[in-house]
Structures are given as C-alpha cells and as structure tokens.
C-alpha cells in the first residue's frame, strides 16, 4: 500500500504542477501576446477551442465538464 500512496502523491504533485504552468501561460500570454510565447505557444487559443468543442458536445459536454471539475475539486493542495 506504500507504492500505491506514493504513486498517488506524485500524480498529484505532477497534476498541481501542470495547473500552475497552464495558469503561468495564460497570464503570460494575456501579457506579452500568443506571438511573443516561444514555450507555451497560443494558450488561450487551445482553451478556448476546448470549451467550444465541450459546448458542442451537448450532455456528453456537460458530463466531461463535471467530471473535469470532481477530479479537480479532490485534488489536495501543496502545502
């Protein structure tokens, strides 16, 4: 049950990482522009054709959505 924990700290280690990135590029990108981000690319862009395309997908969307927003919602902060 040891591996088990620790493989379950480090996904939520790596998925707190990946948050505060996708957060570090969309303040970037609002800053400096799409044009101007050599790592991150067009951010902004990428989200917003993901919730059009989650839209589109009617209550499969709206399913997609929530469960997006469970497995956020049960992620434990880093101290």
């Given at each position: 049950?040891?591996?088990?924990?620790?493989?379950?700290?480090?996904?939520?280690?790596?998925?707190n990482l990946g948050l505060a990135?996708?957060?570090?590029?969309?303040?970037?990108?609002?800053?400096?522009?799409?044009?101007?981000?050599?790592?991150?690319?067009?951010?902004?862009?990428?989200?917003?054709?993901?919730?059009?395309?989650?839209?589109d997908g009617g209550l499969a969307?709206?399913?997609?959505?929530?469960?997006?927003?469970?497995?956020?919602?049960?992620?434990?902060?880093?101290?």
């Amino acid at each position: 049950m040891i591996g088990i924990s620790s493989v379950k700290s480090w996904v939520g280690a790596l998925t707190n990482l990946g948050l505060a990135l996708i957060a570090l590029a969309i303040v970037a990108s609002v800053l400096v522009g799409p044009e101007n981000m050599w790592a991150f690319g067009n951010v902004v862009d990428n989200l917003v054709g993901l919730i059009v395309s989650l839209g589109d997908g009617g209550l499969a969307g709206l399913i997609a959505v929530g469960i997006v927003i469970w497995l956020l919602s049960k992620a434990t902060p880093s101290p």
